[in-house]
T-cell receptor, first 114, second 114 residues
Framework: AQTVTQSQPEMSVQEAETVTLSCTYD???????LFWYKQPPSRQMILVIR??????QNATENRFSVNFQKAAKSFSLKISDSQLGDTAMYFC???????????FGSGTKLNVKP | DAGVIQSPRHEVTEMGQEVTLRCKPI?????LFWYRQTMMRGLELLIY????????DSGMPEDRFSAKMPNASFSTLKIQPSEPRDSAVYFC????????????FGPGTRLTVT
């Protein structure tokens, strides 16, 4: 079975600073996808970034980037120049290739302070 | 694109009553997922469909829960009879398997069973 662990239940960061959210996963698969989703107070789940395991290059989307360490089974999310609108729950998710069932972590609550 | 549509957005019912949650996936998507989110258990996958066929219902908590997808544009999740412990936010999500499996979530239905 696949498991996803987010060890930081809650974090805070000052506006304009950089913060890193951690995620580790356990799998015997070699090919898979990893995702970060954001859930603001509106509770809408929004895809932030996606990483394919076969790609060595870390994915980047504007202020959001990941540090994907396949051997260590680690997938952290870095948010640069944090904005008040980044305040949300962040969920890490794992999916086996060709098997579109997601395994979600327990989430990290991020609070961006003005 | 209207996104994934869920109705109702809020539902309050009494214990023992039947509850039906509805979902319209994004047009053209061929996979549909039902999730439940609670503070205690986080985000749980209840069931998912590929091409209207249920693939994995191992997350359905008990026989009181049932889900159907009669066509590609509509799905229901039914709870009969409802219990207070069913109180949660229920999300529907859809994806297109050919597009890197990203799941697009609806706004959720907040269910309260008294």
């Amino acid at each position: 079975a696949q498991t996803v662990t987010q060890s930081q239940p809650e974090m805070s960061v000052q506006e304009a600073e950089t913060v890193t959210l951690s995620c580790t996963y356990d799998t015997s698969e070699n090919n898979y996808y990893l995702f970060w989703y954001k859930q603001p107070p509106s509770r809408q789940m929004i895809l932030v970034i996606r990483q394919e395991a076969y790609k060595q290059q870390n994915a980047t989307e504007n202020r959001f980037s990941v540090n994907f360490q396949k051997a260590a089974k680690s997938f952290s999310l870095k948010i640069s120049d944090s904005q008040l609108g980044d305040t949300a729950m962040y969920f890490c998710a794992f999916m086996k290739l060709n098997f579109n069932k997601f395994y979600f972590g327990s989430g990290t609550k991020l609070n961006v302070k003005p | 694109d209207a996104g994934v549509i869920q109705s109702p957005r809020h539902e309050v019912t009494e214990m023992g009553q039947e509850v039906t949650l509805r979902c319209k996936p994004i047009s053209g998507h061929n996979s549909l997922f039902w999730y439940r989110q609670t503070m205690m258990r986080g985000l749980e996958l209840l069931i998912y469909f590929n091409n209207n066929v249920p693939i994995d219902d191992s997350g359905m908590p008990e026989d009181r829960f049932s889900a159907k997808m009669p066509n590609a544009s509509f799905s229901t999740l039914k709870i009969q009879p409802s219990e207070p412990r069913d109180s949660a936010v229920y999300f529907c999500a859809s994806s297109l398997r050919q597009s890197a499996y990203e799941q697009y979530f609806g706004p959720g239905t907040r269910l309260t069973v008294t």
